[in-house]
């Protein structure tokens, strides 16, 4: 009698791993529970060998033990050809669009396949087989019969290749855009780094030629940021104290730096500790403060920084003068822009953050989770 299929495409979930044109993830095809195929495989067939089984059994009274064994033959010729429609023919041919070949190649294996299990039959026949009788004739109807049978089985084979593909997909993609947003947080991180020590070496220049006693002061400051940067801020999230700390650092440098000039309030409500934050984000926008705010204003500045934890949001606000002429939030600076961009890439649209100008202030407000 024909075999056919009713399902069982769970077991077959992970069969079959021919890439397409847009299968990339090789990396990926070889990990986890894609390693054992074999195994699912094995799995799949046994299912469906017991489901043919049953159906035999329950539907045609068949309790043949040598009929179930010698079913075993047109089994691995249907494999056969399933493995090289999914090894062959898909790749070379449904992949790439060649769709009318990919059909008529289709036809003529199933019509092989057709044939090859007719003939397996007249030798289950030749040897005294009985059960096989009606169906080891070569004609149209019985080539037809196990045609459909088989294209039963492909069409399920390979509708559950398409879902292992496109799952395999999508987590190479999930993967490469994760390794690629990780790259631009390095450089945008990058970037931060000697923009900051540029500023700093500057300052430390014009005390150094004013021979200033602050200028030693300044360089342990410095040292002490630099080992922040260089060695505890290369993770994706530090305490929020240590970052509070280096803030703290630099404002000292700052102060140092215009001495009388400039004050600085700094103000800190909620509790810090167990609390974590990606390094270096805070920092842009007090950088920017002075480099607008300070650095080419003759007169007394004030800078009020404050930062608000709670319900698990940092709240960060900073404002300081500047000239509408000399900044304007439709033309930020690259540490704005950065600082944006790095924002975007942590925390999508889990954050907030407000730039605006008011009666000659600019006024940043951010809030960001921390946990």
């Known amino acids: 009698m024909a075999l056919s299929d009713n399902g069982l495409a769970e077991p077959l979930l992970n069969t079959f791993s021919t890439p397409g044109p847009l299968f990339f993830g090789a990396d990926i095809q070889h990990s986890g529970i894609f390693r054992r195929r074999w195994i699912y495989h094995s799995i799949f067939w046994l299912l469906y060998f017991w489901f043919l089984v049953l159906l035999y059994t329950t539907m045609y009274m068949v309790h043949s033990t040598l009929f179930f064994v010698e079913m075993l033959g047109p089994l691995f010729v249907q494999g056969a050809f399933i493995y090289f429609n999914m090894r062959t023919l898909i790749p070379l041919l449904l992949f790439r669009k060649r769709y009318v070949q990919y059909g008529l190649a289709l036809c003529l294996g199933l019509a092989i396949t057709a044939l090859l299990m007719i003939t397996l039959n007249k030798v289950y026949v030749h040897y005294g087989s009985k059960l096989y009788a009606k169906f080891s004739i070569y004609n149209v109807p019985n080539v037809l019969v196990y045609m459909i049978d088989v294209f039963y089985l492909v069409g399920l084979t390979t509708g559950i290749k398409f879902l292992k593909d496109s799952i395999i997909n999508r987590q190479w993609m999930e993967e490469k855009e994760k390794q690629y947003l990780q790259t631009e947080l390095n450089f945008l991180k990058s970037q931060i780094q000697p923009h900051f020590f540029f500023n700093t070496l500057n300052n430390l220049y014009s005390l150094t030629l004013k021979k200033s006693d602050l200028a030693p002061e300044i360089v342990l400051k410095l040292s002490a940021l630099m080992s922040y940067m260089l060695y505890e801020s290369n993770t994706p999230l530090v305490p929020l104290d240590k970052e509070i700390s ?23 409500q909620g509790e810090t500790k167990e609390m974590n934050i990606p390094p270096m984000i805070l920092i842009l926008f007090i950088e920017n403060s002075f480099k607008h705010g300070v650095k080419n204003n003759i007169n007394k500045i004030h800078i009020d920084i404050s930062l608000l934890i709670g319900g698990g949001f940092l709240h960060f606000h900073i404002e300081n003068p500047a000239p509408e002429d000399e900044l304007s939030t439709e033309n930020a600076g690259i540490g704005l822009k950065n600082g944006r961009r790095r924002l975007d890439l942590l925390y999508g649209d889990a954050y907030s953050l ?7 202030l600019f006024i940043v407000e951010l809030k960001i989770p921390v946990c």
């Open 354 to 360: 407000d730039i605006s100008m008011k009666k000659g």
């Open 246 to 268: 280096y803030l703290r650092n630099y404002l000292d440098v700052e102060q140092l730096r215009f001495g009388q000039r400039l004050s600085v309030s700094f103000s800190l």
